[in-house]
């Protein structure tokens, strides 16, 4: 029977963990790849059998070609710790797995819960962000990315049809601190590719993303909550791009 490893990347995810654990214990092996939280993530984890094993974060990209080396079968499910894998994700997954011809990598839809109801546009259905399902050796990430991780597919692609669940935030406090963390850790991503930096680009930046998303990805029709999804990633994109602008112009002190 073929074997199958699933990691979870985790950091200070205490309320989260037990639940995404619980629902791949049908997995020969689970892995949390904890970035030493100072919470009881780790022990909660290694309370339901998980296995822990410590991982200085220095970007996302090479976090997760942390967890695959850490991996010891043939086939690979990532998770979230905010992310659950439904039953019907589990079954189709052994499918896969059970079948010699399957693709390599595997694309995964994802359903949103925020603000008290599942989200059906803003690009966030079927969200599928990277392959979560794949063999040894057909994916890897550039190590060199901090968020937004960048990645590269060796080998014939499927997609799921089976959803599984994320829960990305529990109240809007965790919204605005992944805003604030993810533009702060995007800012190394623009200077590399040598974007320009400016408070007009920022704004122009971060104008767009709300019409993206909530206009073009029709997130007005997700009520409130699409509204709060595409103002939140204005905010971001908009930060981001005037952290570069900081960065670059060195805003100093005033003179005593």
């Known amino acids: 029977m073929t074997e199958i490893s699933v990691y979870i990347i985790a950091y200070n995810e205490a309320e989260k963990i037990a639940a995404a654990v ?3 214990l049908w997995a020969n092996e689970v892995i949390v790849v ?14 339901l059998g998980a296995s822990v094993i410590q991982v200085d974060f220095e970007g996302f990209g090479k976090l997760r070609n942390d967890a695959i080396a850490a991996c010891s079968h043939a086939w690979i499910f990532s998770l979230d710790s905010d992310e659950r894998c439904t039953p019907t994700a589990a079954e189709e997954i052994r499918t896969i797995i ?4 399957a693709a390599d990598a595997w694309y995964v839809p994802r359903k949103n819960w925020f603000m008290g109801r599942w989200i059906k546009h803003c ?4 969200d599928y962000r990277q392959p979560q399902l794949f063999r040894r050796g057909a994916l890897s990430f550039d190590a060199s990315d901090t968020v937004h991780e960048s990645y590269e597919i060796h ?5 799921m049809q089976s959803d599984i669940w994320q829960f990305p935030f529990r109240n809007l406090d965790q919204v605005l601190h992944k805003a604030n963390r993810y533009s702060t850790l995007g800012v190394d991503r623009l200077e590399r590719a040598d974007k320009r930096a400016s408070m007009a680009t920022a704004l122009l930046r971060g104008l767009w993303s709300f019409i993206r998303i909530y206009i073009l990805k029709l997130g007005f029709l997700d009520g409130w909550a699409g509204f709060v999804i595409a103002f939140s990633n204005l905010e971001g994109v908009f930060y981001r791009y ?15």
């Open 34 to 47: 904890d970035s030493h939280s100072t919470d009881d993530t780790a022990a909660i984890a290694e309370s």
């Open 242 to 256: 005037a952290k570069l602008c900081e960065r670059r112009k060195g805003w100093d002190q005033p003179p005593s």
């Open 155 to 159: 080998g014939s692609v499927g997609h």
């Open 123 to 126: 690009g966030w259905y079927p």
């Open 22 to 24: 619980n629902s791949v």
């Open 98 to 101: 059970a079948d010699p011809d």
